[in-house]
């Protein structure tokens, strides 16, 4: 397949395409969405020819995700691409990332419990965490580019209490890797002060260097929550995963999906198009990462230092999360000016906690790219006359 393949999404219930409106107004339905993050790339062909025989099948009862074939091919993937072993026990079913860290978090240390994760953060993350008393550390970004957490206000924030520390790794929506060093040390604070890190791992595939999953350095106060959705393009197919070493915590997980919210029963689609993923589309997503490398290029080359825009290429992930500061641009001007002139529904980074921010999801044809580079330009040219 050719990640340069241009296909229609609109009429399909596409959130991103669909339904522009309920995130950027009333009259904005026929811009070109550069917003959530999925991807308008078709899922690889072993997981469409893998879901077309099961269709054919033509009876969609009552499903299980606890056998070998599921969890083997999470344990592989994670063995190959990540030198990690993960024990099958640990791997427990859930329907959505989102839904594993709400409920662990609820479980766990209840609602009003104390939680710490950073800013800016992927704006799923606020929202699940507005029942709980939260403590935020702020993600700066140091003289080379790179974004550093501050440990010392990690450590106050564990002595003060903290039960959970919520890791987005890679980081949505700043791109960041957590450093093997870094981890450590975290996992070193949170042994010590007897805190559970909670990983949301579901960007771990498009990278352009190392990923280490939490895992891979400590099993005893880990707990993994990822998806095969983001890589594979499949969110619409449900289904997610939870890696958990500790016994008790999986214990109350899975008697809570199944007992409280009776979602225990996987979508069939979910599970199939995770094995055929993990088992079958390595070199997909290798390609894949290469040509989404080249947009990002493309779009540093574009708009980096573009009347005072500033943008570096990711470390991880499909979104760009491009610096309007030094164009003395406001906020509000640039947001009607990217729907009024520039045509494009680019997402503000107040949503994520930088106001100064806009992300761009180009997870798409690098022609689509070029619409939303353009579109930004033009937006910018005309703030700055
Ligand atoms: C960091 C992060 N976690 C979770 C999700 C959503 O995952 P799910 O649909 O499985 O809840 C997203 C989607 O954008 C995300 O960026």
Not at 168 to 187: H, Q, V
Not at 221 to 250: D, H, W
Not at 264 to 279: D, E, K, L, Q
Request: charged share 30%; hydrophobic share 35%; with cysteine.
């Amino acid at each position: 397949m050719s990640f340069d393949e241009i296909i229609n999404r609109r009429g399909t219930y596409s959130t991103q395409w669909d339904y522009i409106e309920d995130r950027f107004g009333e009259g904005t339905k026929d811009l070109t969405p550069f917003s959530i993050s999925d991807t308008d790339f078709k899922s690889p062909q072993p997981i469409l020819d893998a879901i077309l025989q099961r269709t054919g099948h033509g009876i969609f009862g009552y499903s299980r995700w606890n056998h070998d074939d599921y969890k083997n091919s999470i344990q592989k993937w994670y063995q190959t691409r990540y030198k990690t072993t993960i024990e099958k026990d640990w791997i427990v079913y859930s329907p959505s990332v989102i839904y594993s860290i709400s409920t662990l978090l609820e479980r766990l240390i209840g609602l009003g419990g104390k939680v710490m994760t950073h800013t800016p953060r992927y704006d799923g993350f606020t929202k699940i965490l507005k029942p709980f008393n939260l403590y935020e550390v702020e993600l700066k970004e140091d003289e080379d580019g790179v974004y550093r957490t501050d440990f010392f206000k990690i450590e106050d924030g564990f002595k003060d209490g903290v039960k959970i520390f919520l890791l987005c790794n890679p980081e949505n929506p700043t791109g960041k890797i957590w450093s093997y060093f870094e981890l450590e040390k975290l996992i070193g604070l949170c042994e010590k002060y007897d805190v559970i890190l909670l990983s949301d791992d579901i960007h771990m595939d498009i990278a352009r260097k190392e990923v280490t999953p939490i895992l891979k350095i400590n099993s005893k106060r880990c707990v993994i929550v990822s998806s095969a959705s983001k890589t594979f393009n499949t969110p619409a197919l449900g289904g997610s995963y939870a890696l958990i070493p500790m016994q008790e915590i999986r214990d109350i997980f899975i008697e809570h999906i199944k007992e409280r919210d009776s979602v225990a029963s996987p979508t069939i689609f979910g599970v199939i198009s995770t094995i055929t993923a993990y088992n079958s589309c390595g070199e997909w997503v290798d390609e894949l990462n290469k040509y989404l490398t080249k947009s990002c290029e493309y779009v540093v080359n574009e708009l980096d230092g573009y009347k005072g825009l500033k943008v570096k290429i990711p470390e991880a992930t499909y979104l760009m999360w491009i610096d309007f500061k030094d164009t003395n641009i406001k906020l509000e001007d640039l947001k009607r000016a990217l729907i009024e002139v520039g045509k494009v529904a680019v997402m503000s980074g107040e949503n994520y906690g930088d106001s100064y921010k806009l992300r761009l999801n180009i997870g798409c044809p690098l022609e689509k790219v070029k619409i939303g580079v353009e579109g930004i330009k033009r937006s910018v040219e005309k703030l700055c006359k």
